[in-house]
């Protein structure tokens, strides 16, 4: 049950309650080892690495995961209320035919669509709020997270630095993740289930296929306790039986596990015959594209526009944890060169804050002129700044090896698959960064430690 006026504890506060001399041990461990705990992840930034994780309220972060789980079903109803079908929700949310492939036009909105997502979660005022909604099972940063986390949890029980404390890894969204995969497709026991990435993508290390599929594959012998025997490839590869059955790495396959973009996927003949498999019936997929489009941003203008029509307890959980978001067109123009320093421009479909502008960080002339631009091109939201708070996080810095300690910013991203709790994502900026947190600009990748309530 969610608790509207849940007293969010004050970001940092697991961290300081933990022994001082247990937080100083972490940090030097962390500064020693940060080689080993960060090898192979995705990253940008060439100067800092994170000397530990953020540390949560264990009771915090299941709050979290429930208004979360709440917020999505209610977006989900908000599409439900203006479209019955993914063909007239895209049609609705003004995204050509044909951009968001492998779309099934006919296919109707149902709770499947809900088998895999990821909010992103700033604190501000010391209460979190939820800038925007990822509802896919394309999921960045969950290997990257699930990884270095478990790297710090392995690090500090070598040494025993936790010893008679209460404090874990959070559970492991990749193992919970298989979980779903399985449960959601309905798969017997030892299903092959295919991987398939776009390497044409833009992620650090996807310009070498044969190293990024090594580096993922301990997920093969994750997958296995699970029912699941795993085959990652890329989706160029693919191709059609005779019984039109997706093969991958030289046998058919039972089901996909589709960890790339619909929208933004490179075309191939591998594509193709992924979309063949799925024309005959013989491919069960996590998740379906149609659930990209639950993600599209002008869904949490549409919670607002609906609020009129929602209980009590959901219109306060809105307003609490969304930041009023309105569709920007010609008619919002006034109020938004007026409000320049309260407000933020975003592309409805865009992702990695590409095209982003936030009013505080420019001139009223660059403001007026991003606002313009966005008008024209059209399908832009207007949503409430939420400053980040800056929360104290240890940092070694590369060359030096030096340990230091800054104030920051950073965002949690909870990971729910089949409608269940699991790890999350925390994007952490580094000493001078800006408040635009995502990994192009640098920010640093980890997941979280969960502390018991006192």
């Excluded at 100083?24 to 080993?36: D, F, L, N, S």
């Excluded at 990884?147 to 710090?152: A, D, G, K, P």
């Excluded at 790495?249 to 193709?272: I, K, M």
């Amino acid at each position: 049950m969610i608790d509207v006026n849940y007293p969010w504890p004050e970001p940092g506060r697991a961290w300081a309650e933990l022994p001082e001399s247990t937080r100083t041990a972490m940090v030097a461990a962390g500064a020693q080892e940060w080689e080993r705990i960060f090898h192979g992840r995705a990253t940008y930034n060439k100067q800092w690495r994170l000397a530990r994780p953020p540390v949560l309220a264990a009771d915090a972060f299941r709050e979290l995961n429930e208004v979360c789980d709440r917020i999505a079903q209610l977006v989900l109803d908000a599409c439900r209320r203006r479209a019955a079908t993914a063909g007239e929700l895209r049609a609705l949310l003004g995204v050509p035919a044909g951009q968001t492939r492998l779309l099934d036009e006919d296919e109707p909105l149902t709770e499947a669509l809900l088998a895999a997502y990821r909010p992103d979660v700033l604190f501000s005022g010391g209460e979190p709020r939820i800038v925007e909604y990822n509802i896919d099972s394309s999921l960045g940063g969950g290997f990257d997270a699930d990884t270095v986390i478990q790297r710090f949890g392995a690090l500090y029980r070598e040494r025993g630095l936790l010893d008679g404390l209460s404090v874990r890894p959070a559970p492991s969204l990749l193992d919970q993740r298989f979980v779903a995969i399985r449960s959601e497709l309905g798969l017997p026991e030892g299903a092959r289930v295919a991987l398939l990435m776009d390497f044409e993508a833009d992620y650090p290390g996807l310009d070498d296929p044969e190293t990024f599929i090594r580096i993922l594959s301990p997920l093969v012998d994750q997958a296995r306790p699970f029912g699941i025997d795993l085959v990652i490839a890329p989706v160029a590869t693919a191709t059609l039986d005779a019984d039109r059955r997706l093969v991958v790495d030289g046998a058919p396959v039972d089901a996909l596990f589709r960890l790339f973009v619909p929208n933004r996927v490179t075309p191939s003949a591998g594509l193709t015959a992924v979309a063949g498999a799925l024309d005959a019936g013989t491919l069960p997929m996590f998740v379906s594209a149609a659930a990209w489009l639950l993600g599209n941003k002008i869904n949490f203008a549409w919670l607002y526009q609906d609020l009129d029509l929602l209980p009590a307890a959901d219109q306060a959980l809105i307003r609490r944890y969304v930041p009023h978001t309105v569709a920007f067109t010609a008619a919002e123009l006034d109020r938004a060169l007026a409000d320049r320093e309260n407000l933020v421009v975003k592309p409805a479909d865009g992702s990695a804050g590409i095209g982003v502008l936030i009013g505080r960080e420019l001139s009223p002339g660059e403001w007026a002129d991003g606002l313009r631009a966005a008008l024209d091109r059209g399908g832009d939201i207007l949503q409430r700044y939420m400053p980040a708070d800056r929360v104290a996080m240890d940092f070694v810095q590369i060359e030096t090896g030096e340990t230091v300690t800054a104030e920051v910013p950073y965002s949690i991203a909870p990971y729910l698959f089949g409608r269940t709790g699991s790890g999350a994502l925390a994007r952490v900026g580094y000493p001078g960064c800006d408040e635009v947190l995502n990994l192009a600009r640098g920010v640093l990748l980890t997941g979280i430690l969960l502390t018991p309530t006192p």
